[in-house]
């Protein structure tokens, strides 16, 4: 599949804002998601945006996307401890079936 | 309601040695999917399936095979184990192509 590009690594201190960010190159419409993964688990997923919209908010978590840029971001607000795992952002053509994921941000929340 | 489940969660086998992996859902969910995770990388899919008695290739389907001949059930084969197939295996479902559902992996290391 075309490549879904992430940072590999964020380190932030509990309680501020962590935003990890993603870029997306299929310009087919299409479906955009944030899955976490702890270390040992399976994925969870987090929330998923269609590639009309501008903006999701779930919570802490707010998605914002530019599909000018093809540039996708997810914002935890009030980091804790716990939402340290590892982010995967992944695609989806409408008519497609198969995720096609970054290689996952690292985040470190330090208290 | 265990969600997804995998059997076994580790394994390790000698090149040339045969195994399934036997994913297991009860959400009644129709589509089901393998995915191998590698070190550094992003989810890749191997096989997938649009419901009971029905499969179909992935990106990386060389070297498996699987079957869906219960809705519940989606088995990966590997025929004759190889290093390269060292991995962590992940079986998702989804009642719809939009929200996979992940189960916690099987770590299987081939020597």
């Known amino acids: 599949g075309e490549d879904v590009e992430q940072s590999l690594f964020l380190s932030v201190r509990e309680g501020d804002s962590s935003v990890i960010n993603c870029t997306y190159t299929?310009?087919?419409?299409?479906?955009l998601y944030w899955y976490k993964q702890e270390p040992g688990a399976g994925l969870q997923l987090l929330t998923y945006?269609?590639?009309?919209?501008d903006m999701k908010q779930d919570q802490r978590l707010t998605v914002l996307l530019n599909k000018k840029d093809k540039h996708l971001s997810l914002r935890i607000a009030d980091t804790q401890t716990g939402d340290s795992a590892i982010y995967f952002c992944?695609?989806?053509?409408?008519?497609?079936?198969?995720?096609?994921f970054g290689k996952g941000t690292s985040l470190l929340v330090t208290p | 309601n265990a969600g997804v489940t995998q059997t076994p969660k580790f394994r390790v086998l000698k090149t040339g040695q045969s195994m399934t992996l036997l994913c297991a859902q009860d959400?009644?969910?129709?589509?089901m999917y393998w995915y191998r995770q590698d070190p550094g990388m992003g989810l890749r899919l191997i096989h997938y399936?649009?419901?009971?008695?029905?499969?179909a290739k992935g990106e990386v389907p060389d070297g498996y095979n699987v079957s869906r001949l219960k809705k519940q059930n989606f088995l990966l084969g590997l025929e004759s184990a190889a290093p390269s197939q060292t991995s962590v295996y992940f079986c998702a479902s989804s009642q719809d192509v939009y929200e996979q559902y992940f189960g916690p992996g099987t770590r299987l290391t081939v020597t």
């Open positions: 299929d310009s087919s419409s299409t479906y």
């Open positions: 945006i269609f590639s009309n919209m």
């Open positions: 399936s649009v419901g009971e008695g029905t499969t």
């Open positions: 992944a695609e989806k053509e409408v008519a497609g079936y198969a995720l096609n």
């Open positions: 959400m009644n969910h129709e589509y």
